[in-house]
């Protein structure tokens, strides 16, 4: 299987600051990487498909990068709805594995 | 617009065997590309993947717990059904239904189910 790793696991922010996750696969997975929002209580919502495309209605301060094993998850000015949990997922491949989370907190 | 919503019960013993079921709406599992799969996520952990069907009947199991999965569909009733035999403690997670095209990306998940695992 495939690993996902995140970093970091957690981090505080504040409103308006940028916010960078990282995501490391332990083999290659080309763009097949998908980014998920999770809050408490709440189903994960995907925001990034395919590494780097927003879906639809994802406000546009959300970006994704990378390719082959190393992504990118980007927050450009954090908003007081984004603190949450945010999932990497590689769908190169079955088993559609993912990374253990990044919880972003208010600081 | 897409929904899923599981349903099932909240509570099951060890080793009994677990049925859940993902009603949906808005797509049909007869159509070229569609697909829902199964996610669980322990409390407090990750997501782990458990199954997928598609619209082909093509199925896909997470081969650690491959000898306790079933999935199936019933595209007249826009259903897919989960069976996990033999449950243990260990198993108890909230378990949610997920709706995918063409692919292992999940666009719409139900709001999940809390499955506790208990004597």
């Known amino acids: 299987d495939i690993q996902m790793t995140q970093s970091p696991s957690s981090m505080s922010a504040s409103v308006g600051d940028r916010v960078t996750i990282t995501c490391r696969a332990s083999q290659g997975v080309k763009t097949w990487l998908a980014w998920y929002q999770q809050k408490p209580g709440k189903a994960p919502n995907l925001l990034i498909y395919g590494a780097s495309s927003l879906q639809s209605g994802v406000p546009s301060r959300f970006s994704g990068s990378g390719s082959g094993t190393d992504f990118t998850l980007t927050i450009s000015s954090l908003q007081p709805e984004d603190f949450a949990t945010y999932y990497c997922?590689?769908?190169?491949?079955?088993?559609?594995?993912f990374g253990q989370g990044t919880k972003v907190e208010v600081q | 617009q897409i929904t899923l919503k599981e349903s099932g019960p909240t509570l099951v013993k060890p080793t009994q065997t677990l049925t859940l079921t993902c009603t949906f709406s808005?797509?049909?599992?007869?159509?070229?590309?569609?697909?829902v799969g199964w996610i669980r996520q322990s409390p407090g952990k990750a997501l782990e993947w458990l199954t997928i069907i598609y619209y082909d009947d093509d199925k896909r199991y997470r081969s650690s717990l491959r000898s306790r999965l079933t999935i199936t569909k019933d595209t007249s009733k826009n259903q897919v059904v989960l069976t996990m035999t033999n449950m243990d403690p260990v198993d108890t997670a909230t378990y949610y239904c997920?709706?995918?095209?063409?692919?292992?990306?999940?666009?719409?998940w139900g709001q999940g189910t809390l499955i506790t695992v208990s004597s």
């Open positions: 997920a709706h995918s095209i063409y692919s292992r990306v999940f666009d719409y």
């Open positions: 997922q590689q769908t190169d491949s079955f088993p559609p594995t």
């Open positions: 808005g797509f049909s599992l007869s159509t070229t590309g569609m697909g």
